[in-house]
């Protein structure tokens, strides 16, 4: 279950593209891309997916949005557990 104590990172097996405005993540196995599991991610995924570091809990990367997003806390937490159980699922993205 994601938590907003809870801190996550990035797999280590995806490579991020930025192309025009979209923010692309590659799974990679071995040394070839999986071209068929290609995510795209929105600003807001993007910011997220940056945020990810490792580091920071959740209600910190809560937090960053909502310096950035004019939308209430609960919204934003909300979207965000959503998005990480979005990339936990996808294995895009892992608890420490």
Known sequence: MVRLDSIYRKADNIVTRKVMD???LVPISGELASMDELYTLNDTG???WSSIDGT??????G???EQEYD????EIE???LEVITDLVESGL???I
């Open 22 to 24: 979209e923010t692309l």
């Open 63 to 65: 937090s960053l949005l």
């Open 78 to 80: 909300a979207d965000l």
């Open 56 to 61: 920071r809990t959740l209600a910190e990367i």
């Open 46 to 48: 993007a910011l997220i």
């Open 93 to 95: 993205s892992v608890a």
């Open 71 to 74: 939308a209430p806390r609960e």
